[in-house]
T-cell receptor, first 113, second 115 residues
Framework: KAGVTQTPRYLIKTRGQQVTLSCSPI?????VSWYQQTPGQGLQFLFE???????NKGNFPGRFSGRQFSNSRSEMNVSTLELGDSALYLC????????????FGPGTRLTVL | AQTVTQSQPEMSVQEAETVTLSCTYD???????LFWYKQPPSRQMILVIR????KQQNATENRFSVNFQKAAKSFSLKISDSQLGDAAMYFC????????????WGAGTKLIIKP
């Protein structure tokens, strides 16, 4: 099976712009979770989608949003970018059950100038 | 709220030797899962090993094994016969079996392998 894929791998944006990141899960997986990784804050949970519904949400401002499509692919959007949004954004997929392991994609490195 | 603590920011080990990475966690739940993930310079987060809290037997995966002490809320990772390819950041993570399925992460330990 193909692994989790994320596009693009690198992005450079300026403050105030918006950005959309994409994640394609492992075939058959219905859950997609997003995490932000920064040197200062470490790994933080953004949100999780399961069968096109947001099931869980972390403590991030409303500028961060996401959605999931019927084929389980997920997108994450950040509006009105701030310098502090520069980070590695990781997507993970799983079957969606409590016992299911999350498998990660290679990440998208976002730089906000 | 659950927390995960990795008290060793950096560890080094000679190639072919054994190293143990520490992780402690805090939770009031009785049913949960614990994970060790590895993140090499390529940034891809790779699952190393997982442990179910209801299992008393420690998980093993080839050269990787854990020492799970539920009462002490401790979950250490032992890497035997260290190889150059083991050099990476290692993250300990917790996930509830019942509520929010998010992973709660430790700060990570950078493992350096000396040839």
């Amino acid at each position: 099976k193909a692994g989790v894929t994320q596009t693009p791998r690198y992005l450079i944006k300026t403050r105030g712009q918006q950005v959309t990141l994409s994640c394609s899960p492992i075939s058959g997986h219905r859950s997609v979770s997003w995490y932000q990784q920064t040197p200062g804050q470490g790994l933080q949970f953004l949100f999780e989608y399961f069968s096109e519904t947001q099931r869980n949400k972390g403590n991030f401002p409303g500028r961060f949003s996401g959605r999931q499509f019927s084929n389980s692919r997920s997108e994450m959007n950040v509006s009105t970018l701030e310098l502090g949004d520069s980070a590695l954004y990781l997507c993970a997929s799983s079957g969606g059950g409590a016992a299911d392991t999350q498998y990660f994609g290679p990440g998208t490195r976002l730089t906000v100038l | 709220a659950q927390t995960v603590t990795q008290s060793q920011p950096e560890m080094s080990v000679q190639e072919a030797e054994t190293v143990t990475l520490s992780c402690t966690y805090d939770t009031s739940e009785s049913d949960y899962y614990l994970f060790w993930y590895k993140q090499p310079p390529s940034r891809q987060m790779i699952l190393v090993i997982r442990q179910e809290a209801y299992k008393q037997q420690n998980a093993t995966e080839n050269r990787f094994s854990v020492n799970f002490q539920k009462a002490a809320k401790s979950f250490s990772l032992k890497i035997s016969d260290s190889q150059l390819g083991d050099a990476a950041m290692y993250f300990c993570a917790y996930r509830s079996a019942w509520s929010n399925y998010q992973l709660i992460w430790g700060a990570g330990t950078k493992l350096i392998i000396k040839p």
